[in-house]
């Protein structure tokens, strides 16, 4: 489990124009009714600076609730979008941009566990935390993540590298929530939020 002191686990998800709406928001459910069904943690919609807003990259707006300075994160989910059209704004132009994945190494540095979903992953791999690990993405990106030579990628819903996780397409999010609402707070609470969700879990989970 993560180390982290008798305050609740602050979970962080980073926002981004052109993020994809269900890589963030189900992840952020699956924490919300965690919270609620008794897991010590809170759940916070995030960004690297201050914004009075975040579109999605299917147009959804959403109000974050500070930046990752306000709500330092025990956990960041960091969701991807947009990575194979090469639009701006999206995960791809996030990458080339460099700023959030200086920030994802920096907080990996500080010992924060970070989790990749879809094309999230890439920001991963372009912040060098993934180098020596196993890893996936999105099924339409693992070329892409094939190119960097120290990343081994693996054919898995979810991969558990302990601090470093990634999730392959835009579902899997909700699975890997799911799965580190279970490393972390138990099977029960798991099962109870899937149940809530109505969500079949997928439990194709490759540990490292």
Request: glycine letters at 12%.
């Amino acid at each position: 489990m993560l180390e982290h002191d008798t305050l609740a686990m602050e979970i962080c998800i980073v926002c981004y124009d052109g993020f994809d709406e269900l890589d963030g928001v189900g992840p952020y459910e699956v924490f919300s009714y965690a919270a609620r069904a008794g897991a010590d943690c809170t759940v916070s919609l995030c960004t690297l600076d201050e914004q009075e807003s975040v579109t999605g990259s299917n147009g959804l707006t959403i109000q974050p609730d500070g930046t990752l300075e306000d709500i330092p994160p025990d956990l960041l989910i960091v969701p991807g979008g947009g990575w194979n059209d090469r639009r701006d704004p999206s995960a791809w132009s996030e990458a080339q941009r460099g700023v959030l994945p200086e920030r994802i190494g920096t907080l990996a540095a500080d010992g924060c566990t970070v989790a990749g979903v879809c094309t999230g992953g890439m920001l991963l791999a372009e912040s060098g935390i993934l180098d020596g690990r196993q890893a996936v993405t999105h099924a339409s990106a693992l070329a892409d993540l094939r190119e960097y030579d120290d990343i081994e990628v693996v054919d898995a819903r979810v991969v558990d590298s302990g601090e470093v996780l990634t999730a392959g397409g835009i579902t899997s999010g909700i699975d890997l929530a799911l799965y580190l609402v279970e490393r972390e707070f138990g099977e029960e609470i798991a099962d109870s939020v899937a149940t809530t969700l109505e969500y079949e879990r997928r439990k194709a989970i490759h540990i490292t």
